[in-house]
């Protein structure tokens, strides 16, 4: 019998909380009538994510003639939404980092990144119009990992090396030894952190698009093929064959035929590899 939202959250006691700032900068981002001034007072009390600001308005991704050395121009660089993309991208880090920082972490972090690349590149080709909200879904697509690995460190660890090791499939093992998978796990802290519902779907319906709710279908389809491609570029811990009924799943919803999809993910793929310099600096 599958566990119900209540007794996941149960399980899994206290979730981490979206640090204050970034939830003040989403909040100020939302505001129609907030100003780049706005913004910057909130993100200039956070050092560290200040810094991390103007590292990204400086990668090579902007192609900025001139240095960006004040927050203000990094606002007016990057605009309020990828500002919103790289403020939950740093609260994410956070998480994915918490405690000791192994090959395990490293993978799961990369391939968030390399998958928020993916993600965007993807919407860009098929013309969603909101690339940010897929930058965030394919960031945060697999954060319930994280939160499985800092509440059940011993555990989780030894079902991820056997991930690795042995080419067992995540969802299943995770399933038959919690009861609960990281994509639940991953819903519930996106949900508690106020995040958009079609972030939440796009979170909960990564590996079976077609069940997400009509009006997000379109998101969870994207991440999809974004958390698909990143693991055939050996960039995460699993089998990329494991994920080929979840993309089936994206075709059928995107209306994609195979060499379409192939067409677009020779473009993904040069996005990916434009944006090394914007992934360098997480």
């Not at 700032?21 to 993100?43: C, F, G, H, T």
């Not at 945060?140 to 090791?165: Q, T, W």
């Not at 698009?209 to 055939?232: D, F, T």
């Not at 075709?251 to 994609?256: D, G, K, S």
Request: charged share 20%.
């Amino acid at each position: 019998m599958p566990i119900t939202p209540q007794e996941l959250i149960a399980n899994l006691g206290d979730l981490p909380p979206l640090p204050q700032v970034a939830s003040q900068v989403l909040r100020v981002s939302a505001d129609p009538d907030a100003n780049a001034e706005d913004l910057r007072k909130v993100i200039a009390m956070d050092q560290a994510l200040t810094s991390q600001i103007l590292k990204i308005s400086n990668s090579a991704m902007f192609g900025m003639v001139r240095e960006v050395t004040t927050l203000t121009q990094a606002i007016m660089t990057l605009g309020f939404s990828t500002i919103k993309s790289v403020v939950i991208a740093s609260s994410a880090k956070n998480l994915y980092h918490r405690g000791t920082v192994g090959l395990q972490e490293r993978l799961i972090w990369e391939h968030a990144l390399v998958s928020a690349v993916a993600s965007r590149a993807f919407a860009k080709s098929l013309r969603f119009p909101r690339m940010e909200e897929a930058f965030i879904g394919g960031l945060l697509h697999d954060i319930g990992k994280s939160v499985m690995g800092v509440k059940f460190p011993e555990r989780y660890g030894a079902l991820l090396r056997s991930v690795y090791n042995e080419n067992t499939v995540c969802l299943d093992l995770e399933l038959d030894t919690f009861g609960f998978d990281h994509a639940m796990v991953g819903e519930a802290l996106v949900s508690q952190w106020n995040l958009a519902p079609s972030l939440q779907a796009a979170v909960r319906s990564h590996h079976d698009p077609i069940h997400a709710p009509e009006a997000h279908r379109e998101l969870a389809a994207i991440v999809a093929l974004a958390n698909h491609l990143a693991l055939e570029e050996k960039v995460g811990i699993g089998d990329p064959h494991h994920l080929e009924g979840a993309s089936m799943q994206a075709m059928e919803i995107l209306q994609l035929g195979p060499e379409a999809l192939d067409g677009l993910k020779e473009g993904v793929r040069q996005a990916i590899e434009q944006d090394k310099s914007m992934i360098a600096e997480f």
